[in-house]
């Protein structure tokens, strides 16, 4: 074991009452027998198998096009998704659910303690992983190494900020990227940040965002129909995806909508309804209360309620939805924007045809930000007030609401495409029979 992963393992194990804590609490209720130890069922010899991680439900959600890819592709191997939370895990088992093959399977990832990597490796038998985005364990990524298992990091994402907070880990992450066979690079810009993380150049490609690659189901685009006639013609935004201090922000900016208390020329919509969907389940409660403080009264659509007239919110307090409520909509806002979250993703709405608007805080999205800006089809508010004064104008013009939906699409659509060299890519590195 080299040094940094020697004393990396090191410091895993001393915090490992930590750690406990917080796995216990995390999973006490939905996944109480959970240990994260790698104690999984053994797959049977020469039954193949794929292996996906993802970190929680935006990036199961965002990985969606190439596990069912890779289903269809690959009709004899199964695949097992492994997920970092209780949600996330919750989205992979509805994934699982709503496609009815049981090729598809879900484990909590193991903590990255030495032994419990290992264990899960071996036991798993995988002839292929893959790590989503900036999932770099080092102890798993070694544990495949050891097994000979090929490694690909697909959907390579590295912020700035974030390879800013790694310059300390440099020889770490250097010796984990050493056991990666293949990175698919979102941007040449991402590709860039991890080379001087120590991957080799010529183990790096740029493909493009697999996000692109988003094609809304036929049950989500019903689910939209049903809503939207359910609404009727009253002005309806969707907030989604938001988080604990944004959630202050909306509701101000959605009073401001329905008064009059404009900063715009255009007139107040009374009879507006804002669909509030926060990123995290356990917070739909303390969202609620924030929205009755506020004044705001609150049909929840976990308890079957309904929109009324005088009903000012919608909490979308389920889970899986998202789409389906971006699609209801005329104008969609997402979150983790307002507050420094780094965005959430832009093309979700837009892929559906509907008008994304954001806050200005986006490092998570940048590239496809600029991707919507160049093409018209972004609008960015500061603060609640100016959101407010968007929604306004954009509810009062609806050859506009058509121009940047229209524009949105078209971006998702022009630049789809990585999804298919992230499969050509991956092809090299399954063995052949």
């Keep these: ?100 093959d049981e090729r598809l399977v879900h484990h909590f990832v193991p903590l990255d303690f ?78 860039e940040r991890f080379e001087w993380l120590g991957m080799a150049p010529e183990r790096t490609a740029v493909v493009g965002s697999l996000k692109f ?52 020329r255009f007139k107040p919509c009374p009879d507006a309804l804002l669909v509030l969907v926060p990123r995290h389940p356990q917070r739909f409660d303390a969202v609620a209360a924030l929205c009755e403080q506020a004044g705001m009264s609150v049909a929840r659509r976990s308890r079957g309620e309904w929109p009324q007239a005088a009903t000012a919110v919608y909490l979308g307090d389920t889970m899986g939805e998202l789409l389906a409520l971006y699609g209801a909509a005329d104008l969609a806002f997402v979150g983790g924007s307002l507050v420094p979250i780094g965005g959430h993703n832009l093309l979700e709405p837009a892929a559906l045809g509907v008008p994304v608007l954001t806050g200005p805080e986006l490092a998570n999205f940048e590239e496809v930000a600029e991707v919507l800006r160049e093409a018209g089809a972004l609008v960015e508010v500061a603060d609640e007030a100016r959101l407010a004064a968007a929604l306004a104008e954009l509810f009062a013009d609806p050859a506009e609401r058509r121009r940047l939906g229209v524009a949105g699409r078209a971006v998702v659509v022009a630049n789809r495409g990585a999804l298919e060299r992230t499969l050509d890519g991956l092809a090299r590195l399954l063995p052949t029979k």
């Design 213 to 264: 690659d988003i094609a809304p189901d036929d049950g989500a685009f019903a689910v939209s129909q049903r809503l939207r006639t359910r609404l009727g013609e009253r002005p309806v935004w969707v907030a989604g995806s938001t988080h604990e201090g944004e959630e202050a922000a909306l509701l101000a900016a959605h009073i401001r909508l329905r008064e009059s208390h404009l900063e715009t």
């Design 1 to 100: 074991m080299g040094w940094p992963r020697g004393l990396y393992s090191a410091a895993l194990l001393a915090l490992a009452p930590l750690i406990w804590r917080r796995i216990r609490r995390e999973h006490a209720l939905t996944h109480p027998r959970e240990l994260r130890l790698g104690r999984i069922p053994e797959t049977p010899p020469g039954e193949p198998m794929l292996w996906l991680h993802c970190a929680s439900v935006g990036e199961v959600l965002a990985a969606r096009p190439l596990i069912e890819a890779l289903l269809e592709r690959y009709p004899g191997h199964r695949l097992t998704l492994t997920t970092m939370t209780a949600t996330g895990a919750e989205r992979a088992l509805a994934l699982a659910e709503a496609r009815d």
């Design 114 to 191: 030495p032994a419990a990597a290992a264990r899960f490796v071996e036991r798993l038998r995988p002839q292929l992983a893959l790590f989503f985005e900036t999932e770099l364990w080092p102890n798993l990524l070694h544990a495949c190494r050891r097994r000979g298992v090929p490694v690909a990091v697909v959907n390579g994402r590295l912020s700035p900020r974030a390879c800013r907070g790694y310059r300390r880990l440099r020889p770490l992450l250097r010796e984990a990227l050493a056991c990666v066979d293949w990175l698919a690079a979102k941007s040449p810009a991402d590709a």
